[in-house]
């Protein structure tokens, strides 16, 4: 296979500049594209050769697959990284790119469009004796088969789009008259999200826990699991917290996941780095999900605790390296958490909020700490892209320390100019029931309804919010001596003495 020198990112924001820095250890050149929105990117910054690929909308730069390959023929580069989101699942660019003779580092086309379907993969995984969820493994026809199935399989139900994810044509059914409406509404959101209107239906697991499991397979068909990543904490479908191992499962479940991920993976003949996501029930029982035929955004969580850089292990195996490692040498030690910093308001419904970064201050730093950002003071946050700036990363002995060094660097980081999910975290962090590690993905359901119904047990978060919004004000230009006594004392309210309620 032809040796790699140079690589194109078909990506932006922190998830490139994250593939440059292993670009740059392997001491090979980084190459990325930017749309007039990225023309002053951090990647764009770091890179070797920066080139410029359409307007700020992705559909008219990033999503532009015959672009991209010519922009990575023109700068001479052997293999292109499509990173997550965008391009990265989609089988046609990776045959395109096949095609162009250039090396796309991920799994095989086959491969991707076997596990991109969630029908076809639910069947597939079925013949391979992979334990799936109770539903259809074909799309659902028409509305009088809809109601038998699920009459059968029993409420509550889920609809999801079979060509779907992050939540987008998804629907919990819980009685036969809610269906038809439902049903109507999934389909029309999964034709809007990807052009694709088929939905089936499965069982709606009761108090369900989202695990995933990470593995890597090379081109002489060694596939490992490198342990899993308790993805519970999500908000409408999406995951805001992650972290491993997972303070839910046993070790022998833990075994058992990892053995059948890879008898998932082999199933479909995969290559590269993937993961396989289950749903598991208050019993520990686990059903396959779906397979990420791509890198995880929260794939920093694995590298913490095993020591083994993602991105070069997709690189290398592209390079055509079998893996140096086998199963028996993935011994994971201590705990990490993720946290995904969004640009975003979390007291205005989680709206948007893009403009200028005017203060930038990491709390990357001391033993354990790692901000995967994407961002820099005087950035302008373009409105264009998933709010996504930063990924803040904490390793610790234990879940404990991991947890408590993440409350340390969350209070830390400064961001000002826009808004950001920061505070929503300091708040997750100080509630009993994430704390003692027995959360589902109800969990941010929970929250907000105590936020809702009980508001005198979320004075915090409020107070917490004033604080922050007035370290934004004071970066703005506002007069900072006559607020400072103010913010200080709002912070110290709000949690920063260690007074938050625990709810």
């Known amino acids: 296979m032809k040796k790699i020198k140079k690589i194109l990112i078909a990506n932006r924001g922190e998830i490139a500049v994250r593939i440059i820095r292993a670009i740059r250890e392997m001491e090979l050149s980084p190459v990325v594209v930017y749309s007039d929105a990225d023309k002053l990117s951090l990647h764009v910054r770091l890179a070797d050769e920066a080139y410029y ?13 015959d672009r991209i390959i010519e922009t990575a023929k023109k700068a001479g580069a052997d293999a ?3 990173g997550y989101g965008f391009l990265a699942e989609n089988a046609e660019f990776a045959k395109m790119v096949k095609k162009a003779g250039i090396i796309f580092i991920g799994p095989e086309p086959d491969a991707i469009i076997q596990m991109g379907s969630k029908t076809r993969s639910r069947e597939i995984m079925k013949k391979a004796g992979v334990p799936i969820v109770p539903g259809t493994t074909e799309p659902i026809s028409n509305i009088e088969d809809l109601k038998k199935i699920a009459s059968e399989i029993g409420f509550p139900v889920l609809l999801k789009a079979s060509a779907g994810g992050g939540g987008k044509g998804m629907r919990k059914v819980e009685k036969i008259e809610e269906l038809e409406k439902s049903y109507e509404r999934a389909t029309s959101e999964a034709t809007s ?6 939905v089936y239906i499965e069982k709606y697991i009761e108090e369900p826990h989202h695990i995933e499991i990470q593995i890597l397979a090379d081109n002489s068909g060694n596939t490992i699991y490198l342990g899993e990543r308790e993805c519970s904490v999500q908000r409408r479908y999406q995951k805001i917290i992650e972290e491993t191992p997972s303070p839910f499962i046993t070790d022998k479940i833990r075994k058992e996941m990892g053995d059948i991920a890879v008898k998932a993976a082999k199933a479909v003949n995969y290559r590269n780095a993937g993961t396989v996501e289950f749903i598991v029930d208050k019993n520990q029982n686990f059903y396959f999900l779906e397979m990420n035929t791509r890198l995880q955004v929260e ?3 694995t590298e913490m605790v095993t020591g083994i850089d993602l991105v070069k292990e997709q690189i290398k195996i592209a390079s055509g390296e079998d893996l140096s490692f086998k199963q028996d ?8 958490i993720e946290c995904r910093i969004y640009a975003e308001d979390p007291f205005n419904n989680f709206s948007p909020s893009p403009g200028k970064i005017i203060e930038y201050v990491s709390p990357a730093g001391g033993i354990g700490v790692r901000d995967d950002s994407g961002v820099y003071e005087g950035f302008e946050v373009p409105i264009f892209y998933d709010p996504l700036i ?3 990363v904490t390793w610790g002995r234990d879940r404990e320390e991991a947890i408590n060094r993440m409350k340390r660097a969350l209070f830390e980081y400064r961001i000002a100019g826009i808004k950001t999910s920061i505070p929503y975290f300091l708040q997750i962090f100080e509630n009993k029931e994430f704390l003692s590690g027995n959360y589902t993905t109800s969990l941010i359901e929970r929250i907000e309804k105590v936020k809702v119904e009980n508001p ?5 978060v409020a107070l917490l919010a004033a604080g922050l919004r007035s370290m934004e004000m004071n970066g703005n230009g506002s007069k900072h001596s006559e607020d400072n006594d103010s913010q200080n004392t709002n912070w ?3 949690g920063r003495m260690r007074t938050m309620r625990r709810f």
Request: glycine share 10%; charged share 25%; aromatic share 10%.
């Open 456 to 460: 005198e047990d979320y004075e915090f």
């Open 53 to 65: 690929i359409g307007e700020s909308p992705s559909s008219q730069s990033y999503l532009l697959g």
């Open 299 to 301: 794939h920093p969580i």
């Open 329 to 336: 040498d993935i011994k994971p030690r201590g705990s990490s």
């Open 390 to 392: 930063s990924k803040l």
């Open 80 to 82: 292109i990284h499509p």
């Open 193 to 198: 999200s990807f052009g694709d209107p088929d």
């Open 492 to 494: 110290k309210r709000s």
